[in-house]
């Protein structure tokens, strides 16, 4: 488990920045959880057990979409962070 650092912490899967106590998630014994995000891990278990690297770039893609950052942006931030992330780290996205 790495140091709660609300300055540099980013989940491990997904890549948002967790900045705020409330943006972490939580272990099964309900202590904080300092590699994954509130939306992505939930009680020691992922919150999207059984996705592919390609659907969470595509979910990742939909929701920087409606942050309103351009497709073409999202789409190139999602396939080139996403693999080196510790849940992702080794599997390659479909092209």
Same mark, same amino acid.
């Given at each position: 488990m790495? !140091?709660l650092? *609300? #300055? @540099?912490?980013?989940?491990e @899967?997904?890549?948002? *920045?967790?900045?705020?106590? @409330?943006d972490?998630?939580?272990n099964?014994?309900?202590?904080v959880?300092? #590699?994954?995000?509130?939306h992505c891990?939930?009680?020691? #278990?992922?919150?999207?057990h059984?996705? $592919? =690297?390609e659907q969470k770039i595509?979910?990742n893609?939909?929701l920087?979409e409606?942050?309103?950052i !351009?497709?073409e942006?999202a $789409?190139i =931030?999602?396939r080139t $962070? =996403? *693999?080196?992330l510790k849940r992702?780290?080794g599997l390659? !996205?479909? #092209?």
């Open positions: 790495k !140091p650092d *609300p #300055e @540099s912490n980013i989940c @899967s997904c890549g948002m *920045p967790m900045h705020h106590l @409330s972490f998630g939580t099964k014994d309900g202590t959880n300092t #590699e994954f995000c509130r891990y939930h009680e020691g #278990e992922f919150t999207d059984g996705i $592919t =690297l595509e979910k893609i939909d920087a409606k942050l309103g !351009p497709r942006e $789409t =931030l999602a $962070t =996403l *693999p080196k992702w780290k390659k !996205p479909v #092209e």
